[in-house]
C-alpha cells in the first residue's frame, strides 16, 4: 500500500540525494586508498584533481593558446545543432508519411529497415563516404536517430482521430493547412518528447564520431586524453556532458509545459 | 508512514554496510593485483598487441615455449592479446603484471601515473615502421597550413614532431586532425582531399600500394628513438626474478629460431603472420622495417649504450612539451629514468622507469 500521507520535505530530499552522496563518499574513499599507495596514481583521481582539471580546461588557455572546454563544447555543439535540423525535419517527414499514403508506401518500409541497421556498425563506410570532417559526424549522428523520430511521428501521425482531418477537408483545408494547423500541433509535443528521450542516443553518436576523427569536440577530448591516462580531465568532462545533457532535457520539458499546456503527464 | 519508515531505516542500514565494507577492505589495490599465489605455482599475466615487433610472443605461446620456459622457473604465465592502448591501460591499472609497449608510452603512461615499470628486454626498434606519406609530392616543407591525420599523442605525434623540427617547422604550421587507427588507412586511401597522414605498419603498407602516395619521412631517419620493449611491474620483477628469467628465456628461444633461417624459421614466421593478419610475404616485408635484436648479446649492446639515452631525452621532452607527463607537470625532469650503468635523468627521488639489461647479460651468458 502507497502511504498517502504527506512526508515532511526533508526527508524527501535525503531520499533522492541519498545515492549520489553514496557514491561520493564511497569513490572519494577509494581515491583516497589508491592515493595513499601511490601518490601519482592517475586513474582515480580525488575530488580535488577533477576539480583542478575542470578549472584548468575552462579558464586557462592550454598550450595551443585555447580554452579547452569553451571550444570543444561549441564544435559539440555545433554538430548537435546541424542535426537537430534534420531532427525536426523528420518530425516532419513523420507526419507527412502518417497522413498521405503515397508517402506511406514509398518511405515506410524503407525508413523501417534503416532503423533497424545500427548505425555505428557502417561508421567505416560513413568515413569513406564523406571523409573524416563534419560531414560525415553529422551523418552519423542522423543516419543513427533520425529514423526512430521519423518512426515515431509517423506512428503519433496514424493514431490521429481521422474525424478532424475530414472534418478540415470538408471545410477546404489544403494539404499544408492539414499538417501544419491540425495534425502537427497536436504531436509536436510528443515528437518533443521522443526527442527528448533520444538525446542520449544524439550524445553517444556524436562521441562516437567525435573520437574517431576531429580537431575539437567533447568527445574528442576524452579519448585525446585518454592517451596520457589523465582521467581527472575525462571524468570532469562525462561530469560536464551529463550536465549539459540535463540541462536540455529540464529545457524541452520546459518548452512544452509553457506551450502545450494541455498536454500533461 | 509506516512503509516509508522502513524503507529509510533499509537504505541508512544499505549505507552503514556499504560503508564498514568499504572501510574494512583491506587498504590497498595490491590485493586485487593479478598475480595470485593459489595453487601451487605464481601466475602471472602478460598483455600483447599485434605488432610485427611484438608477434613472436604470440608464436612463443602458441607453440608452448613460453609455457615451457615457465614451468623450468615453476610459475604460470597467461598471455593475453588485446588492444594497444587498452594494453597500457590495463597495465597501469594493475590487471596485468607485465606488457610490450614503446619507450614513449612506458614513459608517459605507466610512469608517469606513478606505477614504476622495468624494461625488460629490448626487442626491437621501429626502423621505417612509423612514417608520413603523402599526396601531390609534397614534401614536409610543404606542409604548413596542410591538415595532417594522425594518432594524436602516440608516437605518430612524435614522428610528425621530429620530422618538422628537422625542417624548421614548428607544430603550430599545421594542423593535426586526430584520428583512429581503425579508420585512418581506408579514409585517407578513399578521400584524395586528405594530403599527409602518418601512422605506422601494417597500414603504411596498404597505403603505400597507392600510386600517388609517397614516403617522405620514417622513424627510420631518427633511428632508435622508438624502442619497443617487454616492460613488467618493478616490484613484480623484484619479488619474483622468475618471472624474467621465464620471459626472456622464451623470447630469445624464438629470437633463435626466427634468425636461423630454416623450415623451422619458416613455420614461424607464418604463425606470426597469421596471428597478425597478414600475409607471409608482408609480415616479411614489415620485419624489414623492424630492428630485430635477435641476439641477447646485440639486445645488451643497444640497451647499454649511450643511443638509447639520448632517445629518452628526446622523448621525455616531447612528452613534457605536450603535457603528457601530467599538465601539472614542471619539468621534463620530474620522472626519473635509471639505466643499466647507473645513470639517472631527471629526478633521482622518483624514479618510475628502469632499464634493466641483467636478465638480458644472463641470456646473452647462457645462464637461463
Known sequence: MLSVTKRSSWTDTLLSIFLFVLIIILYQYFAHQRHLLNPHDKLVPTFAQMLDAFTRSTFEPDRNGVYRLLDDTLASGQRVLISMVFVFGGVLMGAYMGLFPVMDKLFYKFFLFFDKIPALAILPILFIFFGLGEVSKVALIVIGVVPTIILDTYLRAKAFPQEQVIKAITMSASKSQIIFKIILPKIFPMALDSIRLNFKAIVLFLISGEALAATAGLGYRIFVVRRYMAMDIIISYVIWIGLLSYLIDAGICLWIKKQYRWYNK | ?368
Not at chain 2, 36 to 59: C, E, R
Not at chain 2, 141 to 155: F, P, R
Not at chain 2, 286 to 308: D, E, G, H, I, R
Open chain 2, 1 to 368: 508512514m509506516n512503509n516509508f519508515k522502513r524503507i529509510s531505516q533499509f537504505f541508512i542500514l544499505l549505507l552503514l554496510t556499504g560503508f564498514i565494507a568499504a572501510c574494512s577492505s583491506p587498504s590497498g589495490q595490491e590485493s586485487n593485483a593479478s598475480s595470485s599465489t593459489s595453487g601451487k605455482s605464481k601466475k602471472f599475466k602478460v598483455a600483447w598487441s599485434i605488432y610485427s615487433g611484438w608477434q613472436p610472443w604470440d608464436y612463443a605461446n602458441q607453440s608452448k615455449i613460453l609455457e615451457k620456459w615457465a614451468k623450468k622457473y615453476g610459475i604460470e604465465i597467461e598471455l593475453i592479446k588485446m588492444d594497444y592502448i587498452p594494453s597500457v591501460e590495463a597495465y597501469v591499472a594493475g590487471q596485468v603484471d607485465a606488457c610490450v609497449m614503446t619507450n614513449m608510452e612506458a614513459l608517459d603512461m605507466p610512469a608517469a601515473s606513478g606505477v614504476t615499470s622495468t624494461a625488460l628486454i629490448l626487442g626491437d626498434y621501429s626502423n621505417g615502421n612509423d612514417a608520413l606519406l603523402t599526396r601531390d609530392n609534397l614534401q614536409v616543407k610543404d606542409l604548413v597550413g596542410k591538415e595532417v591525420n594522425l594518432v594524436e599523442l602516440s608516437v605518430s605525434h612524435y614522428i610528425l614532431s621530429r620530422a618538422l623540427e628537422k625542417n624548421g617547422l614548428k607544430e603550430s604550421d599545421v594542423t593535426i586532425v586526430n584520428t583512429s587507427d581503425s579508420d585512418i588507412a581506408p579514409a585517407f586511401i578513399s578521400n584524395n582531399s586528405q594530403k599527409a597522414v602518418i601512422t605506422w605498419n601494417p597500414l603504411i603498407m596498404e597505403i603505400k600500394k597507392q600510386p600517388d602516395v609517397k614516403q617522405v619521412f620514417a622513424s627510420s631517419s631518427i633511428p632508435g628513438e622508438i624502442m619497443d620493449l617487454m616492460i613488467v611491474k618493478t616490484n613484480v620483477l623484484k619479488d619474483n626474478p622468475e618471472l624474467g628469467n621465464a620471459l626472456t628465456g622464451a623470447w630469445y628461444e624464438v629470437m633463435a629460431i626466427m634468425k636461423k633461417e630454416d623450415k623451422a624459421t619458416e613455420e614461424a614466421l607464418a604463425i606470426m603472420a597469421e596471428s597478425a593478419g597478414c600475409s607471409l610475404q608482408e609480415y616479411k616485408d614489415q620485419l624489414k622495417t623492424t630492428a630485430m635484436f635477435y641476439s641477447p648479446k646485440s639486445a645488451l649492446n643497444y640497451t647499454t649504450s649511450k643511443a638509447v639515452i639520448q632517445s629518452m631525452d628526446y622523448v621525455r621532452k616531447f612528452c613534457f612539451s605536450h603535457g603528457l607527463l601530467g599538465e601539472n607537470a614542471t619539468s621534463f625532469d620530474q620522472i626519473g629514468i635509471q639505466y643499466p650503468n647507473g645513470e639517472i635523468q631527471g629526478d633521482k627521488n622518483n624514479i618510475q622507469l628502469y632499464f634493466d639489461s641483467s636478465f638480458m647479460e644472463k641470456a646473452a651468458n647462457a645462464q637461463l
